[in-house]
């Protein structure tokens, strides 16, 4: 079960063009967005709040151990091309392989559903705190530009659409399926006495982490090939749909 720190901006001196709001707010709305994607497939997160910065969303995140650092931004131009620049960077630390292969990733799949894919561009940076210091693989997302009015409105009315293929790109790291959300519904484990292998992946083989009992109540966050998306307690995982009543 991966598990990552989510970072939306908490800029909220950055104003969109079109008067929706701040940076902070809107990306706060993609993360909210994203949430259910990250639960049904499997991907636990620990996500900041509204009334941090980054220095101690960097500090939280740093103080655990995570797989992956997702900084949620949109961008900006200087005053003296204001509105002018468009598209989207996926920017990551020079030196570490998995942050450039996670931005990548990530990268490849905004381009499917963003209006100019030749501007979405992965860019090695020193500069960003978000990458620089965390302790684990790192990518800080700048998803268009708030100044420019065409970015603004995409992104506005494509919360859900961005979240889907962050998704995708978090799944295609972690080696995972992607799996739309389908819940969440309630569960309830009926194996006629045993106890249901709660798995890291969805095969058979994978690692076992958590052992639930006949009888208990689970949610379910979706559906793939047999398996359910499952949580149960503190653990998240897979888990054979044949036992699992809903």
């Keep these: ?10 800029q909220d ?15 706060n709305i993609l993360a909210d967005a994203l949430e259910p994607y990250l639960w049904s497939n499997a991907i636990a997160f620990r996500r900041n709040s509204p009334d941090m910065t980054a220095a101690s ?15 949620l931004h949109s961008n900006a131009s200087p005053e003296d091309r204001y509105g002018q620049t468009r598209g989207i960077i996926a920017f990551y630390y020079p030196g570490s392989s998995e942050g450039q292969r996670a931005a990548e990733l990530l990268a490849e799949s905004l381009r499917e559903i963003y209006p100019l894919p030749q501007l979405v561009t992965t860019r090695a940076t020193t500069s960003l705190g978000e990458v620089s210091r965390t302790r684990f693989p790192a990518v800080l997302l700048e998803i268009g530009y708030h100044d420019n009015y065409q970015d603004a409105v995409w992104l506005e009315g494509h919360y859900d ?9 978090l799944t295609n790291y972690f080696g995972l399926p992607f799996i739309t959300p389908m819940g969440p519904m309630d569960g309830r484990v009926d194996t006629g006495g045993g106890r249901l292998n709660l798995r890291a992946e969805p095969d058979q083989e994978a690692e076992i982490i958590n052992k639930i009992p006949d009888g208990s109540a689970v949610t379910v966050y979706g559906q793939w090939q047999g398996w359910y998306t499952v949580s149960y307690g503190s653990s998240l995982g897979y888990a054979a749909a044949t036992y699992i009543n809903v």
């Design 1 to 10: 079960m991966p598990i990552i720190y989510l970072s939306p901006s908490t």
């Design 13 to 27: 001196w950055n104003m969109y063009v079109t008067g929706s709001g701040s940076e902070e707010y809107n990306m």
């Design 57 to 71: 969303s960097i500090r939280e995140a740093n103080s655990g151990y995570y797989d992956f650092y997702l900084a």
């Design 161 to 169: 659409a961005i979240a889907r293929q962050i998704a995708q790109g």
